[in-house]
């Protein structure tokens, strides 16, 4: 164990190393200063001007945005705010100008911007959004029907995110993922249809995203093919025989195959009665149980075991991971077949979490925002659970609004959770390590 940790803190180590060390160029490490990144201040500008813009300007002095909290506590109920809208958006604009100054100095001084900071900015952001979009309306914003969703929708996001970083701890970048989720959701919904069985069509779809895993192992690992060029023709290849299964197999015998099942949604007592987060937390479905699990049973396991450890090793520094007896193409592929399994789970999703038959390319391309969760996440399972969070927040809030009726085209609206991956990962490149090995192939 000693062997193996210092393997991999030497080649951390090595890799930040400095490639000129006579540059006269100032180390702002070792002088406790960040170097300047003016990133994050010019994104809170450009959001706080369309801020100021769109939501201050467009508004009707008079109106009013109505907002329903569900606490879920008996003797309370729901809970009504009715909040003029202009005063409500002035407020929050104000404050997203100071925390946009704040944010100027800190880059000025070269002080770190912190992600909470951001984390926080981008919430009141979406606050006066919210606020904008409800002016005026007869109907009440449901938060809580809102912030459920939301979760609901990041299970299958959150699962690839976690075989994303299964697989690319271990130095096999894993672009298959939404081939594994769709494989995971066919096979579900299949094997569900023909026992009945709602539980063993679970059981079913982590084996489909398994097979991919294999095949993704077979031609990454073992002939060395180039990663990400067998990712995208493994998603082809899942998409293809997806389809052509559907429009032959089980639209002939939809009677047989396409019998819609759904696994139950469990409320837990006790727990489901905590004020507004029990009834988005604990009243779901069983999957989302599930993935609560696998979450916390991975960050433990990644950052707090021998399996982690080892597994880590080969991504950072196969080489070394090799020397003290780990047998690093053969960890690489059990560990690329474990993320397979669970994208796959993940694939129920849109089936028997859903109660729907399988249909076509019904993953919508969900593998490939999986993938920016888990770089978003930092390549940890925490990370990337927040990160598929606010995918999916920005995912239901077609369906929330909608339930409102603004004005927004919902073309717009189906683009949010496309448009905010794209927003998120570029605003943290360079800012997020890779393992340091991931897509090399190990030849020893």
């Known amino acids: 164990m000693t062997t193996i940790n210092e393997s991999v803190s030497n080649a951390e180590a090595?890799?930040?190393?400095?490639?000129?060390?006579?540059?006269?160029?100032?180390?702002?490490?070792?002088a406790g200063l960040a170097p300047r990144s003016w990133k994050a201040p010019i994104i809170f500008t450009v959001l706080t001007l369309a801020g100021a813009v769109v939501f201050c300007l467009t508004v009707d002095p008079?109106?009013?945005s109505k907002v329903s909290v569900r606490t879920g506590t008996p003797g309370i109920g729901d809970v009504l705010w009715s909040l003029p809208s202009l005063i409500t958006l002035t407020v929050m604009t104000v404050i997203m100008v100071a925390m946009t100054a704040w944010a100027w100095r800190q880059a000025i001084v070269r002080h770190h911007i912190t992600t909470w900071y951001g984390v926080g900015f981008g919430l009141i952001f979406v606050a006066a959004?919210?606020?904008?979009a409800v002016s005026g309306e007869d109907s009440a914003l449901q938060v809580t029907a809102l912030l459920s969703g939301a979760l609901f929708l990041s299970v299958p996001l959150i699962f690839g995110a976690m075989a994303g970083a299964v697989c690319e701890h271990v130095g096999v970048i894993n672009v298959s993922i939404e081939g594994q989720l769709l494989g995971g959701a066919f096979l579900g919904a299949v094997v569900g249809s023909l026992t009945q069985n709602a539980w063993i069509g679970l059981l079913?779809?982590?084996?489909?995203?398994?097979?991919?895993?294999c095949l993704l192992a077979l031609f990454a690992v073992r002939y060395w093919v180039d990663h990400?060029?067998?990712?995208?023709?493994?998603?082809v290849l899942v998409t293809g025989l997806t389809n052509y299964l559907f429009s032959t197999v089980l639209t002939a015998n939809s009677d047989v195959f396409s019998i819609p099942f759904a696994l139950p949604v469990v409320r837990i007592p006790l727990l489901a009665d905590i004020p507004v987060i029990g009834t988005v937390l604990f009243n779901q479905s069983c999957l989302v149980y599930i993935m609560y699990a696998v979450v916390i049973l991975l960050q433990i396991m990644m950052f707090h075991s021998r399996w982690g450890l080892r597994m880590r090793a080969c991504g950072e520094h196969p080489r070394a991971a090799d020397t003290v007896?780990?047998?690093?193409?053969?960890?690489?592929?059990?560990?690329?077949?474990?993320g397979g399994a669970i994208a796959g789970l993940g694939g129920a999703f849109f089936t028997l979490a859903t109660g729907l038959a399988f249909g076509k390319e019904m993953s919508a391309g969900r593998g490939y925002i999986a993938l920016a969760a888990m770089i978003l996440g930092g390549w940890k399972p925490k990370g990337a659970l927040l990160a598929a969070l606010l995918f999916g927040f920005a995912d239901n809030l077609q369906n929330a609004l909608g339930v409102v009726g603004i004005g927004v085209p919902s073309q717009f609206m189906?683009?949010?959770?496309?448009?905010?991956t794209i927003l998120a990962v570029a605003g943290i490149v360079g800012t997020v390590r890779a393992p340091a090995q991931?897509?090399?192939?190990?030849?020893?």
């Open 62 to 64: 008079g109106s009013i």
């Open 204 to 213: 079913a779809a982590p084996v489909a995203g398994a097979l991919v895993g």
């Open 325 to 338: 007896g780990i047998k690093v193409n053969r960890t690489r592929v059990l560990n690329t077949i474990l």
């Open 228 to 235: 990400i060029i067998v990712g995208v023709v493994l998603n």
């Open 14 to 30: 090595a890799r930040r190393a400095k490639p000129d060390q006579g540059s006269p160029q100032i180390d702002h490490e070792f």
């Open 129 to 132: 959004f919210l606020v904008w």
């Open 438 to 444: 991931e897509g090399t192939a190990y030849k020893g």
């Open 414 to 420: 189906l683009m949010a959770p496309y448009l905010v």
